[in-house]
């Protein structure tokens, strides 16, 4: 048992309200300047949609992350063999229009242009060449436009989706959408780690924050093309390839990153997670449907002696496992199997996790034939239009679970590798703790079926009444528990060569300076 922890952050997409307040903190402090203007480590992205980069889950276009073949895992679209092929071109690689090219204006034209009978307008111009641009993509670009047929319709997990499942969605067209928030996942089989020719990546020892370090990196751009998820990004300017470091520097400091403490949803969740390395290897050589599990089971009690000893002869700190216990993400990830991880089918081990949105379950469309005879069989319906009846006297509440706004097929396609019953129990749960808190607060569901639908749904009244808590009255420090620093750590991690163990380069090595 090889025991190390892990700072994890779990997103809860119920309570995202896309205000985009965590891109822009994090733009501000880590990329607002020459080269780094088109990264956003940091992006809100409405579902469905395509994303950013544009259609960044469809791996068959960009090769990133692992795939198992003939009992083997490898890189998809990188690794020794294909990164020697394609090291001088890569036909995978993202390119700026699969982002934006970025942009400013000329604002002296206002200032500078001659009288005229036309008001004078600013022209956009490259960031890159200087030169006059059409404007055609931006930052949040298809923001809100999930019912758009460029956009939402062309969205990666509508695969497999029936045209009626589709319309479901679309029928409503903006009103069916949630927001997915994105930084790197710090996975723990990261594919960008292992893509790296030069060795500049590295997953740090103490809290497994995946790094590039910058005076080895060599630009190969390989980690961009690995890296599934699309959160490495290379500096046109700098000539280095950079990415979401966790705010380390603010985490050392007993500071929450930054888009975690501009949050306006509160939505975000940080705590430490223990795990066994030494289940790596054979979980991601399981086949896709055990994979969430296999995932999850590597994740282990902070509360457990034998885990405790271990940890400790591993030199994890006291105060990292008293973290780990009283971690929120271990009692969403753990505990009550609330949180999932992010296209797992990547096989890349994310370590940060989404509770998937509830969305309206209490009622659902339905075409009928809106007349007078009509109305008067549905008192309490509410037309929307000639055709479309919304009907809110849904009697069993868990058999309307497959007939909901967006169907289970499209959220497992996303967090449970297309296993729909995972979907559904999360959402069993998130139901029966509104049930139960209504019994409690508003009094009009009786004793019985609130415990009915809580043992339904496999949870007591105490773990309800602690999602409850955790959901919508924690406070800073409920959300953010992680433990002082370790420096002493990650000098460990460095052999007396002064090079990062474990690195996978192979060649244009040279030695990084130490951390203070």
């Known amino acids: 048992m090889d025991i190390r922890s892990q700072i994890s952050m779990v997103f ?38 395509t994303g950013y980069p544009g259609k960044w889950e469809d791996q068959e276009i960009y090769r990133g992350g692992w795939e198992k073949k003939n009992g083997k895992v490898r890189l998809k679209g990188a ?3 294909r990164g020697l092929t394609n090291i001088f071109y890569n036909p ?28 004078p307008t600013a022209r956009p111009v490259s960031l890159i060449t ?70 500049a990546i590295y997953k740090r020892g103490e ?10 990196c060599r630009a190969w751009r390989m980690c961009v093309t690995a890296c599934p998820y699309k959160k490495s990004y290379y500096n046109w300017h700098a000539g280095k390839s950079e990415k979401c470091i966790l705010c380390f520097p603010r985490l050392e400091a007993g500071l929450a990153p930054a888009c975690m403490h501009s949050c306006v949803g509160r939505i975000r969740y940080l705590g430490v997670l223990l795990y066994d390395a030494d289940k790596i290897k054979d979980t991601v050589h399981l086949d896709d449907q055990e994979l969430v599990d296999a995932h999850r089971d590597m994740i282990l009690d902070p509360f457990d002696e034998n885990v405790i000893r271990e940890a400790k002869k591993n030199g994890i700190a ?23 991880p992010l296209h797992a089918e990547f096989r890349t081990l994310p370590m940060l996790f989404y509770v998937p949105p509830l969305l309206p379950v209490m009622a659902s469309l339905k075409q009928v034939d809106n007349t007078e005879d009509s109305k008067k069989m549905n008192p309490i319906a509410k037309y929307w239009d000639d055709n479309w009846l919304y009907d809110t006297s849904t009697k069993e509440l868990f058999g309307s679970l497959d007939q909901v706004r967006f169907p289970l097929k499209y959220l497992a396609n996303m967090f449970s590798i297309g296993d729909e019953e995972k ?20 009094g009009d569901v009786s004793d019985e079926k609130a415990n009915e639908v809580l043992k339904a749904a496999g949870l007591t009244e105490e773990q309800a009444d602690g999602i409850f808590y955790l959901t919508a009255l924690a406070k800073f420090e ?39």
């Open 12 to 49: 809860h997409l119920d309570k995202c309200i896309g205000c985009h307040t965590c891109s822009v903190a994090c733009k501000n402090i880590w990329t607002d300047r020459k080269g780094a203007e088109y990264m956003w480590w940091n992006n809100v992205e409405t579902k469905p949609g």
């Open 79 to 81: 690794g020794k063999r």
């Open 92 to 119: 995978n690689l993202p390119v700026i229009d699969d982002y934006y090219e970025p942009f400013t204006y000329k604002y002296l034209d206002l200032i500078e242009a001659p009288q005229g009978d036309v008001q």
């Open 130 to 199: 200087g030169e006059p641009i059409d404007i055609k993509m931006g930052p949040n670009w298809d923001d809100d436009l999930s019912g758009t047929l460029d956009y939402g319709r062309n969205d990666p997990n509508l695969q497999n989706l029936t045209q009626a499942e589709q319309e479901v969605m679309f029928q409503l067209e903006k009103m069916a959408f949630f927001y997915l928030p994105r930084i790197c996942n710090h996975c723990l089989n990261p594919a960008c780690v292992a893509s790296c020719p030069s060795g």
């Open 207 to 216: 809290d497994g924050v995946v790094l590039i370090n910058q005076e080895v």
């Open 318 to 340: 006291d105060s990292t496992i008293h973290a780990a216990q009283f971690s929120p993400v271990y009692k969403y990830v753990k505990e009550w199997k609330l949180a999932l």
């Open 423 to 442: 979907i559904k129990d999360k959402w069993k749960k998130l139901m029966a703790v509104r049930i139960h808190r209504r019994r409690k607060t508003v």
């Open 478 to 516: 409920d959300r953010f528990v992680i433990p002082p620093a370790h420096r002493e750590q990650a000098i460990e991690m460095l052999d007396f060569t002064g090079d990062v163990k474990g690195s996978t380069g192979f060649g244009f090595k040279s030695k990084p300076k130490r951390g203070i």
